[in-house]
C-alpha cells in the first residue's frame, strides 16, 4: 500500500474468484465482483501440479500424510488420488467432493508392521459445520519405487 504496509490475500470459497479478497490496515476489499468472474469453474489443477506433489510427498511418511490431509480438507479429489493407490480420478467423483463438508483432524498413529513401511493412523473426522465426528482409519505405506502412498480413503474399521 502506499505506505509500506502489506495486507493478506485470502478467499472464502476456493473456486470462485469472486471469493478472493485483499485485508490490510484492518479493512478488507473484494477483489472481483460475480459478474466479472465468469470463468469455468476449475475442477482440478492440471496434471503436472499433481505429479509434482506426488514425487515430493512420497519421499517422507510425514509429508505424504500433510499433503493427503490438505488435499482431502480442501475436497481435492483429484489431489486426494495423486496421493493414494486404488482410486481413479473423474471429473463427476470431483463435482461430488466439492459439496462434501467433512475434513480429517487430529490424526495419530495407532500401529505400524515390523518394517515400518505401513502405518495406520486413526483421524477424527468432523462430518459437518456442526462438528459431527466420528473416528476413521487410513493405511499409509511405502512402494518400492513411488515412494509413500496412502491407502485410498479413510475407512470406518481398521
Known amino acids: 500500500m502506499e505506505d509500506n504496509t502489506y495486507g493478506i490475500l485470502g478467499s472464502d470459497q476456493t473456486p470462485y474468484l469472486s471469493a478472493l479478497y485483499y485485508t490490510a490496515g484492518g479493512e478488507k476489499w473484494q477483489l472481483f465482483q460475480a459478474e466479472q468472474a465468469a470463468m469455468p469453474k476449475l475442477l482440478k489443477q492440471d496434471d ?14 510425514e509429508q505424504c500424510i500433510l499433503d493427503y490431509t490438505a488435499f482431502y480438507n480442501q475436497h481435492d479429489y483429484a489431489g486426494v488420488c495423486a496421493l493414494s493407490t486404488g482410486l481413479e480420478y473423474s471429473d463427476e467423483v470431483q463435482e461430488d467432493w466439492l459439496k462434501h463438508m467433512d475434513r480429517l483432524e487430529n490424526g495419530k498413529e495407532i500401529s505400524h ?3 515400518e513401511t505401513e502405518y495406520v493412523f486413526q483421524y477424527t473426522c468432523f462430518l459437518d459445520e456442526q462438528a459431527n465426528k466420528v473416528p476413521v482409519y487410513l493405511t499409509f505405506r511405502y512402494i518400492e519405487g513411488e515412494g509413500w502412498r496412502a491407502a485410498g480413503l479413510p475407512e470406518d474399521n481398521v
Do not use: I, T, V
Open 113 to 115: 508392521n515390523a518394517d
Open 48 to 61: 503436472s501440479f499433481y505429479e509434482s506433489f506426488r514425487r515430493y510427498s512420497g519421499k517422507s511418511l
